[in-house]
C-alpha cells in the first residue's frame, strides 16, 4: 500500500508541477526584475551585447521604480493588519460565543506571531501575484499529545503546488497539494537515519528527486470523500435528529425500537490525509486533524489584501 500510494502522489506531483511550469518560470522572472538588492531588469541578450560591444563594454545602468510600489502596498498592509472576524450569521447563532472565538483567534495569531506570516504573504502577492501562509496543529504538551492550531509563513510560495484540476481562483475546489522541501543529503539522513538515498533509479534522478548533494522531500496533502446516508428521524420529546445510518440501528439495537424516519438524504465526509514522502519512499504519514487542510492563497492591491481560504488537500 505505501508503495502504491508512493506511485500515485509521484505521479500527481508530476501532473501539478507540469501545469504550474509556465507560471512559476513568470514569477521568478518577477522575483529577479524586483529584487531590491539587485534588480535584473535588463534583457540577457541585450545586457551581453552591451558588455561584449567592439567598442568596448557599455554600462548597463539600472534605475528601479519598480520597488517603491510595492513598498506601498506592502507598508499599507503593515499598518492595516489583516485579521480574522467571526460574525453570527444566523437566528441560531450566538453573539457571546462568536465573541468567545474570536478571542481564541486572536490568542492563536498572538501565540503564532503571525503578523510575519501575514507580512511575508503580503510582500510575495505584491512582488509575484501569489502569496501563502498556512493554519496547521503544533504539539505543545508532548506527553499529552496536546495541540494548538499555529499559523505560519510559507517563506517559499513557490514550494506550493495545487491541484493542477483546480478551477476556482483561490483553490478551493482542489483535492491535494504539496509543499516541498529541498535538503542536503546530511540534513535528510539526520532527520531520516533509516530512510534510503542510495537505491533511487535513474528517474527519480530525472524528476529531480535525488541530486548529488540534495533530497526533495514533499508534505502530500489529499482528501479522501465517503457518501454517507443519513436518516432524519423523530426523537424522544418530538424534536428532529440526523443521524447516520450506522447511527440509527446503533440506536434501534440499544432501545429496542426502531424510531420513525421521516426523512432520508446522502452527505460526503471529507477527511484529509497527510503524508511525508521521498522519491524513494513514505517518511510518515497520519490524518490531518481538519475537515479541510487550510491554506491561504494572497492577492495583492493597491489598497488592500485579499486572504482567502483554500483547500490544498
Not at 502522489?9 to 538588492?37: G, H, I, T, V, Y
Not at 503578523?115 to 501562509?133: C, K, S
Amino acid at each position: 500500500m505505501p508503495q502504491d500510494l508512493l506511485q500515485k502522489a509521484k505521479e500527481c506531483f508530476k501532473e501539478d508541477q507540469e501545469a504550474f511550469r509556465d507560471n512559476r518560470e513568470r514569477m521568478l522572472e518577477d522575483l529577479r526584475f524586483s529584487n531590491p538588492a539587485c534588480p535584473e531588469q535588463w534583457d540577457d541578450a541585450v545586457r551581453r551585447s552591451r558588455e561584449q560591444s567592439e567598442g568596448g563594454a557599455r554600462p548597463c545602468l539600472t534605475f528601479d521604480q519598480t520597488n517603491q510600489y510595492i513598498a506601498q502596498v506592502v507598508n499599507d498592509s503593515r499598518q492595516n493588519k489583516p485579521g480574522i472576524k467571526v460574525i453570527p450569521v444566523d437566528s441560531g447563532a450566538d453573539v457571546e460565543v462568536a465573541e468567545k472565538i474570536e478571542g481564541m483567534i486572536r490568542h492563536i495569531e498572538y501565540s503564532s506571531r503571525a503578523g510575519i506570516a501575514y507580512d511575508t504573504a503580503q510582500e510575495y502577492a505584491a512582488r509575484i501575484g501569489l502569496g501563502w501562509l498556512r493554519v496547521v496543529p503544533e504539539i505543545v504538551q508532548a506527553e499529552r499529545n496536546e495541540q494548538e492550531i499555529r499559523i505560519k509563513r510559507v517563506h517559499d510560495p513557490l514550494s506550493v503546488i495545487l491541484d493542477a484540476n483546480s478551477q476556482e481562483p483561490d483553490g478551493s475546489d482542489a483535492s491535494r497539494g504539496f509543499v516541498e522541501t529541498v535538503l542536503t543529503k546530511k540534513a535528510y539522513k539526520e532527520l531520516y537515519p533509516k530512510a534510503s538515498v542510495i537505491s533511487w533509479d535513474s528517474t527519480d534522478r530525472l524528476d529531480g528527486w535525488l541530486a548529488d548533494d540534495s533530497v526533495r522531500v514533499c508534505e502530500y496533502f489529499y482528501k479522501v470523500e465517503t457518501k454517507v446516508n443519513n436518516l432524519v428521524i423523530a426523537g424522544p420529546n418530538g424534536e428532529r435528529m440526523t443521524v447516520s445510518e450506522d447511527e440509527y440501528w446503533r440506536l434501534a439495537e440499544q432501545t429496542g425500537m426502531r424510531p420513525p424516519v421521516e426523512a432520508t438524504f446522502t452527505s460526503t465526509q471529507t477527511e484529509v490525509k497527510w503524508v511525508k514522502m521521498s522519491g524513494m519512499e513514505v517518511l510518515e504519514e497520519t490524518d490531518f486533524p481538519a475537515a479541510l487542510s487550510r491554506w491561504c492563497r494572497c492577492w495583492a492591491t493597491r489598497s488592500m489584501w485579499k486572504v482567502a481560504a483554500t483547500c490544498a488537500a
